[in-house]
């Protein structure tokens, strides 16, 4: 009989996943005659009655797939088995049904496509059964620790550099402060790539100490210049108060693009406007570089499966993929390096982060 593994997409979509998925069921099946099911809805899949999965046919793992954004499988972003959530509100452990989907499935290992809060439910859910697993990190945010890329990000930068290419025309044509806000969870990967490859004057981010006036005092500078538009990217954590300061320090957790906007606008007199660019990160074309990523990512999780191995996450990392432990991926969210590349380029293009740097 034909060995079976089986493959899902956990978390939020990101662009991405269908290349992933296609990788890993091309690689099973021509590299090794393996045929691999496809689980839906993420775990979610697992608890219904047939279990809700497919098998995925390589005839229709074209390259048409690797071109389309989110994930046909389906995801879920909610639904954590340990403590699911039921209608009455309370909390169950739903694991046990979870790994019998598994088992019913009758595959012989896993690949989880999840960022680490996914990987590590995934994780914990099969260990009992003694299930392989290997998990492809992807997440818009690309916070996954031990990966220099995760699936997703590459098409979430390319947005959001996109918008502020659109953003531009009407901040210069109308005298506008534009304010990008941009996702990314705690972390402000998306934000500093974003605002170094579209421009960006200023960027907030949650790992960098940001006094309010040091963005004023930067826009007036600007203006001093001649400039009368500016460009403001601002990662949606960066009002996390421990992070921000001084008049900073009431920023929102939530919605600080708008509050920034306001604020600039009473601080400078200059008309700002905020555009929340949302889950339109998310949803895109993926970019060639996404897409190779999950290719070479997909080829490899398969290939660790075949050798035997287990509890482990491919990852790029200097241009090349490998796989590490999934112990040290979770449990460790990767934020951006106060000391890195990308923060000492934006310095030197004279971006302003919002600290005394
Ligand atoms: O983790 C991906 C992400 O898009 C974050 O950047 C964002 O904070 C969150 O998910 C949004 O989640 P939801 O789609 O549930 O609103």
């Known amino acids: 009989?034909?060995?079976?593994i089986g493959i899902l997409t956990s978390g939020g979509d990101c662009a991405?996943?269908?290349a992933a998925i296609r990788a890993v069921a091309l690689r099973a099946r021509h590299g090794y005659g393996w045929t691999t099911v496809g689980i839906r809805y993420g775990t979610l899949g697992l608890l219904e009655r047939p279990v809700e999965a497919e098998v995925l046919d390589v005839d229709r793992m074209d390259a048409a797939l690797a071109r389309q954004g989110g994930t046909f499988l389906g995801t879920t972003n909610r639904g954590d088995p340990f403590a699911f959530p039921m209608p009455d509100g309370s909390r169950k452990d739903r694991s046990g049904e979870m790994v019998e989907g598994l088992l019913l499935l009758g595959i012989e290992g896993l690949i989880g496509v999840g960022g680490d809060g996914s990987l590590d439910i995934l994780r914990r859910l099969v260990a009992p059964s003694g299930m392989p697993f290997v998990g492809i990190p992807k997440?818009?945010?690309n916070d996954v620790a031990n990966t220099e890329r995760a699936v997703g990000y590459p098409t979430a930068v390319a947005v959001a550099t996109e918008a502020l290419d659109r953003l531009h025309p009407t901040g210069a044509s109308h005298e506008r402060v534009m304010v990008l806000e941009v996702m990314g969870r705690d972390a402000g990967h998306i934000a500093i790539a974003a605002g170094i490859a579209?421009?960006?004057?200023?960027?907030?981010?949650?790992?960098?100490?940001?006094?309010?006036?040091?963005?004023v005092a930067h826009i007036a500078s600007l203006r001093a210049t001649g400039r009368s538009s500016a460009l403001v990217v601002v990662a949606e954590a960066a009002g996390q108060s421990d992070k921000a300061s001084d008049a900073a320090s009431d920023a929102p957790k939530q919605g600080v693009g708008d509050w920034l906007a306001r604020r600039l606008s009473q601080a400078t007199g200059a008309e700002a406007r905020a555009t929340v660019l949302g889950h339109v990160q998310r949803g895109a074309t993926p970019t060639a570089e996404d897409r190779l990523l999950a290719a070479a990512l997909g080829v490899r999780a398969v290939d660790l499966l075949a050798e035997g191995k287990s509890d482990r996450m491919v990852a790029w990392w200097n241009r090349q993929v490998i796989d590490v432990p999934l112990a040290k991926v979770v449990g460790r969210s990767r934020t951006v390096d106060r000391d890195g590349t990308l923060i000492r380029t934006a310095r030197a293009l004279g971006i302003c982060l919002g600290d005394a740097g």
């Open 1 to 4: 009989m034909t060995k079976r």
């Open 139 to 141: 997440t818009i945010d």
């Open 198 to 215: 579209g421009g960006a004057d200023v960027v907030l981010i949650p790992e960098v100490h940001w006094h309010f006036e040091r963005v």
């Open 16 to 18: 991405g996943l269908n």
